[in-house]
């Protein structure tokens, strides 16, 4: 494709691309914060490369067919996009995406095939697993349970993916998240399955009967 894309749009294309599903922009901005809006959405639906529809107030983005291709494409680069400057992150992931996509080829594989692998494990799918490890180790209904014992009990769940779900149960009030209030038992296993929001970390979680 001779066209290159913008560095949101690129970044929002990858983005996709790993998630190999529907992605709402505020799970897009949980994930890798930034919302997929603007000229940068219209451009990349005017490309095809985007299908975008609207649920309640957000948008809501996925790959399409082109789209895929152009990734596949992409991957193939060895060297970053313009547009300038080219940071020397940029020149790192290009190098790394050759050697993804000369594994794919050596393999006979195609980047669909690898990153739909769990595409069934959508943000339902999550809940339902953060709601049944919930409560096997909660002691009682609605219980504090700490997120380091929590996320062990999730699988193979992308601990991005959970940490949207996370805030999204906390934003509607069908989960609360709190710190723990006794800092000095902290490990630092707890500190690495907080999960931030408005700034805090929080430790522990008490889900609501559905």
Same mark, same amino acid.
């Given at each position: 494709?001779?066209?290159?894309? *913008?560095?949101?749009?690129?970044?929002?294309?990858?983005?996709?691309?790993?998630?190999?599903?529907?992605? +709402?922009?505020?799970?897009?901005?949980?994930?890798?914060?930034?919302?997929?809006?603007?000229?940068?959405?219209?451009?990349?639906? $005017?490309?095809?490369?985007?299908?975008?529809?609207?649920?309640?107030?957000?948008?809501?983005?996925?790959?399409? $067919?082109?789209?895929?291709?152009?990734? $596949?494409?992409?991957? +193939?680069?060895?060297?970053?996009?313009?547009?300038? /400057?080219?940071?020397?992150?940029?020149?790192?992931?290009?190098?790394? %995406?050759?050697?993804?996509?000369?594994?794919?080829?050596?393999?006979?594989?195609?980047? %669909?095939?690898? %990153?739909?692998?769990?595409?069934?494990?959508? /943000?339902?799918?999550?809940?339902?697993?953060?709601?049944?490890?919930?409560?096997?180790?909660?002691?009682?209904?609605? +219980?504090?349970? *700490?997120?380091?014992?929590?996320?062990?009990?999730? *699988?193979?769940?992308?601990?991005?993916?959970? $940490?949207?779900?996370?805030?999204?149960?906390?934003?509607? *009030?069908?989960?609360?998240?709190?710190p723990e209030s006794n800092r000095k038992v902290l490990t630092e296993a707890d500190h690495d399955a907080a999960i931030r929001i408005g700034g805090e970390e929080n430790h522990l979680?008490?889900?609501?009967?559905?």
């Amino acid at each position: 494709m001779s066209d290159r894309l *913008g560095h949101k749009q690129t970044a929002a294309m990858l983005v996709l691309m790993r998630m190999a599903r529907a992605v +709402s922009n505020p799970e897009l901005e949980a994930i890798a914060n930034f919302r997929l809006d603007g000229k940068d959405r219209i451009g990349l639906n $005017d490309l095809r490369l985007v299908a975008s529809h609207k649920e309640g107030r957000c948008y809501v983005h996925e790959l399409t $067919d082109q789209g895929w291709a152009w990734c $596949d494409d992409e991957l +193939s680069r060895k060297t970053p996009p313009p547009p300038s /400057p080219r940071s020397s992150l940029a020149s790192a992931a290009y190098v790394v %995406f050759g050697g993804f996509n000369e594994y794919l080829r050596r393999d006979n594989l195609r980047l %669909f095939e690898i %990153f739909t692998a769990n595409a069934e494990l959508t /943000p339902d799918g999550i809940e339902e697993r953060i709601r049944d490890a919930y409560n096997g180790l909660a002691r009682s209904p609605g +219980s504090w349970v *700490g997120l380091v014992d929590l996320r062990p009990k999730l *699988g193979d769940a992308p601990a991005d993916a959970v $940490d949207a779900v996370l805030k999204e149960l906390s934003r509607t *009030g069908r989960a609360h998240l709190v710190p723990e209030s006794n800092r000095k038992v902290l490990t630092e296993a707890d500190h690495d399955a907080a999960i931030r929001i408005g700034g805090e970390e929080n430790h522990l979680i008490s889900i609501e009967v559905s």
